[in-house]
């Protein structure tokens, strides 16, 4: 940290004249949030519009486009059968274990990657092979040895978080500044401590990137393992619903993981805004 400060500790001017820039700054931006909050509702609103007219004014077959009053009569219900926590209770475990797993595999592999050259030479084609496999290709050989129970499903679902932190973390140490390397060998620093004070600071925006693409990869691995060979979970749901021909739970399932694999996203933002106060 004391290499970073060094390296940075003459941009932007004294700290008293920064931190009053930054309070200066806050009203405009307390509005400019509240503007782009209400821009950002817009086309939810918009869209929920026309499937309410679309669906109430027999646009289209109410088959085919159940009405949203509709959704919400099939999510009460399944609310009241203790059914709809209990599948996205399940969903959301399975994705956060398995995102879990393939965030820190995908970390370490990344950082051994985009350090070494030798490692680069002797891994990069291997895991860019396995990384063109399909999602679906996976499912089969997983249920072959890890049978149809949660094993199988957190691994493809640890698959799927793996490659986008492996790519993002990889590919942003082979471009980390070589003058704030050296200025960190300078001060005595090993590779261990180098990487930890210096190289993995400098690379936090393309680690949370990598992040972002694990957990929404980790939520498309888990509907493809649900699909297959499971009991519960939203995955299942669409499934089932599909065949018993309810679309109402069918689009519910949709909206369920819209939901959730927008507030999964929310939580990396806050880990992203931690990250940057604490080493930004």
């Not at 291997?126 to 149809?148: E, K, Q």
């Not at 005595?188 to 929404?216: E, F, H, K, N, Y």
């Not at 018993?244 to 519910?252: Q, W």
């Amino acid at each position: 940290m004391e290499v970073i400060s060094t390296v940075r500790g003459g941009v932007g001017g004294p700290p008293a004249d920064r931190e009053r820039e930054t309070t200066d700054r806050r009203p405009r931006s307390g509005r400019r949030s509240r503007w782009f909050w209400l821009l950002g509702a817009a086309i939810p609103v918009a869209l929920l519009t026309v499937w309410w007219l679309a669906s109430h004014l027999g646009w289209v077959a109410s088959h085919k486009l159940p009405t949203p009053d509709s959704i919400v009569v099939a999510a009460v219900d399944l609310w009241n059968r203790g059914l709809l926590g209990l599948h996205t209770a399940i969903s959301i475990q399975r994705v956060f274990i398995g995102f879990a797993i393939g965030a820190v595999v995908g970390l370490v592999l990344g950082a051994v990657v985009g350090l070494s050259r030798l490692a680069e030479g002797f891994l990069s084609p291997t895991v860019g092979a396995i990384r063109a496999v399909p999602s679906l290709a996976f499912v089969p050989l997983l249920i072959l040895y890890l049978g149809f129970g949660e094993d199988s499903k957190v691994t493809l679902v640890a698959i799927g978080a793996l490659f986008p932190v492996y790519t993002t973390v990889s590919g942003a140490l082979r471009h980390v500044d070589p003058q704030l390397v050296e200025m960190g060998r300078a001060f005595g620093l090993d590779r261990i401590r180098l990487l930890l004070t210096v190289q993995l600071p400098a690379v936090i925006p393309a680690i949370v990137s990598g992040l972002r693409l694990a957990l929404a990869q980790s939520w498309l691995f888990l509907v493809a393992a649900e699909l297959v060979g499971s009991t519960m979970g939203l995955g299942y749901l669409l499934i089932e619903s599909q065949n018993n021909l309810r679309t109402d739970r069918l689009f519910l399932a949709i909206l369920m993981l819209a939901v959730l694999g927008k507030l999964s996203d929310a939580l990396i933002g806050v880990l992203e805004r931690f990250l940057l106060k604490r080493w930004g």
